[in-house]
Each structure stands twice: as structure tokens, then as C-alpha cells.
Nanobody, 123 residues
Framework: QVKLVESGGGSVEIGGSLRLSCAAS???????MGWFRQATGKEREEVAA???????SYADSVKGRFTISKENIKNTLYLQMNSLKPEDTAMYYC??????????????????WGQGAQVTVSS
């Protein structure tokens, strides 16, 4: 059974930084992994995605501020978040699939999901 566990969430001031991690277990993820987020009262939205070969997509709202990366040997996904804004406040979810998904930002394409990590940005 595949399990994704996020860590690294927390509270930070405007302009601060956080790094999220997502450790996968139960199977080796040989396809696509991504980060999505959901603010209170809103739908889950895309953040970034990375394929096994390192190809990456970002949502326009985080381009230039967030960096997605992956350590294949550790089966772990990361999201470095810089210059954080209040609108980045949300529960952040890790997602994975063993297919090559062309680093898609379509959340419906992912099979496996973590439980989420809360990120709160305040002044």
C-alpha cells in the first residue's frame, strides 16, 4: 500500500520561507509527483508537478517563488517556498502516480495522496 507523508508545514510571516517534504513508502514512485493546496472554503488547486525525468510545471501563482524537487533514491518530494504571501495559506497535499503524466497539474490524474501539511502565512 502506497503511503505519502508530508512534513515541514507551519506558520511564517509574510516574505518568509518554508520547505515541505513528502516521503513515499510502500512502493517506489517511478512516475509523476506533485503538490496541490486547498485553502479553507476553496477548491484544491495545483501548485507544482515533477516527472521522474525531472520535467517540471508550476502554477502561475507560484512561479519564481516556489521550487519543486525530488530525490529519486529517497523516494522523497520537496517544495521550497520563498517570499510567502497570505494567499499561500492553505493545506498542502503531496500527490503521486506511477505513470508518466507529462508533469501534469491536473489533480484528477493522481492516484496517491498524502494527508496534508498546513502552511499559514501571516503579517
Amino acid at each position: 500500500q502506497v503511503k505519502l507523508v508530508e512534513s515541514g508545514g507551519g506558520s511564517v510571516e509574510i516574505g518568509g520561507s518554508l520547505r515541505l517534504s513528502c516521503a513515499a513508502s510502500g512502493t517506489y514512485i517511478s512516475g509523476c509527483m506533485g503538490w496541490f493546496r486547498q485553502a479553507t472554503g476553496k477548491e484544491r488547486e495545483e501548485v507544482a508537478a515533477i516527472d521522474y525525468d525531472g520535467s517540471i510545471s508550476y502554477a502561475d501563482s507560484v512561479k519564481g517563488r516556489f521550487t519543486i524537487s525530488k530525490e529519486n533514491i529517497k523516494n522523497t518530494l520537496y517544495l521550497q517556498m520563498n517570499s510567502l504571501k497570505p494567499e499561500d495559506t492553505a493545506m498542502y497535499y503531496c500527490a503521486a502516480d506511477n505513470r508518466y503524466l507529462l508533469h501534469t497539474l491536473d489533480k484528477d490524474m493522481y492516484t496517491y495522496w498524502g494527508q496534508g501539511a498546513q502552511v499559514t502565512v501571516s503579517s
